[in-house]
C-alpha cells in the first residue's frame, strides 16, 4: 500500500469511527453527514471525497461491528469434520454475535438499502483486510457477500457437494433457515425473548430442518 492509499485509509477511518460511535450511542436515525464529520474533526464537503453517500457510510460504520464476529469464526469452525457440522457451527457464532447487537446486523443484512452496498462488502475488506482475519476459502467466500441469502447458500452448497443435502433442496433449506433467523432477531430487537433464549431456539429449529433434508 503506498503512501497515498495509506492516507485515504487513515481519513476514512476517522469518518467510519466517528459514525459508528454514533450508531452505537445514538442508532442509526442519528448519524447525519453534519455530525459525523465534527465528530471526526473535518467538514462534510471532506467526507464526499471519501464516500458516495450517507448510506455509503453507514454501512461501512456497521461493518466495524462484525469485525468480532468474522475473527471468532475460526475457533467456531476449527474442530468441524465436514460440511454440514461447519454449517451449524457457522449459525451457532453468526447467532451469538447478532443476537447481542440485533439493530445492527438487522440494519447490515435485512433493511432495505441501495443495491450499490452488494458491492461495498468487498470494498470494505479490500480496504480493511485485517477485519476480515484468516479464514478457509469457503468461509471468505461467505463473508464477502452482502446478500444474507447468497451468504448461507455458499456454506448450503459445500452440504450439497459432500453428500449432505440434494441439490434439488438447497433454496428450500436456505428459505427456511432465514426466515426463522429473521423472525427471532426481529423478536430480540422488540425484547420479547432473551439472547440466550434466541440462541437455544434458532440453533434448535435449524437442527430439525437438517433432520428433515439431511440425506
Known amino acids: ?6 492516507q485515504r485509509k487513515r481519513t476514512m477511518s476517522y469518518f467510519i469511527d466517528a459514525a459508528a460511535k454514533i450508531l452505537k450511542e445514538e442508532g442509526k436515525e442519528a448519524i447525519t453527514i453534519r455530525k459525523v464529520a465534527s465528530v471526526a474533526g473535518y467538514n462534510s464537503a471532506t467526507l464526499y471525497n471519501y464516500f458516495e453517500n450517507l448510506d455509503h457510510l ?5 461493518m466495524r461491528f462484525i469485525k468480532e464476529y468474522a475473527h471468532s469464526l475460526h475457533n467456531y469452525v476449527k474442530d468441524s469434520y465436514n460440511a454440514l457440522e461447519k454449517f451449524m457451527a457457522i449459525w451457532e457464532c453468526f447467532c451469538y454475535y447478532s443476537f447481542g447487537q440485533p439493530e445492527i446486523y438487522y440494519a447490515i443484512f435485512f433493511a432495505k438499502l441501495n443495491n450499490s452496498l452488494n458491492d461495498y462488502t468487498q470494498e470494505y475488506y479490500e480496504l480493511f483486510p485485517e477485519d476480515l482475519g484468516s479464514q478457509p476459502k469457503d468461509i471468505s467466500t461467505m463473508l464477502l457477500k ?27 433449506i436456505n428459505e427456511m433457515t432465514l426466515l426463522i433467523y429473521q423472525g427471532i ?4 430487537i422488540n425484547k420479547k425473548i432473551s439472547r440466550q433464549d434466541a440462541m437455544q431456539r434458532t440453533m434448535k429449529y435449524i437442527n430439525q430442518i437438517v433432520k428433515m433434508y439431511k440425506v
Open 185 to 188: 432477531l426481529l423478536k430480540v
Open 146 to 172: 452482502h446478500d444474507i441469502y447468497k451468504r448461507d447458500l455458499v456454506i448450503i452448497e459445500t452440504c450439497v457437494k459432500e453428500g449432505f443435502f440434494r441439490e434439488k433442496d438447497k433454496d428450500e
Open 1 to 6: 500500500m503506498n503512501k497515498k492509499d495509506i
Open 58 to 62: 453507514v454501512f461501512f460504520a456497521a
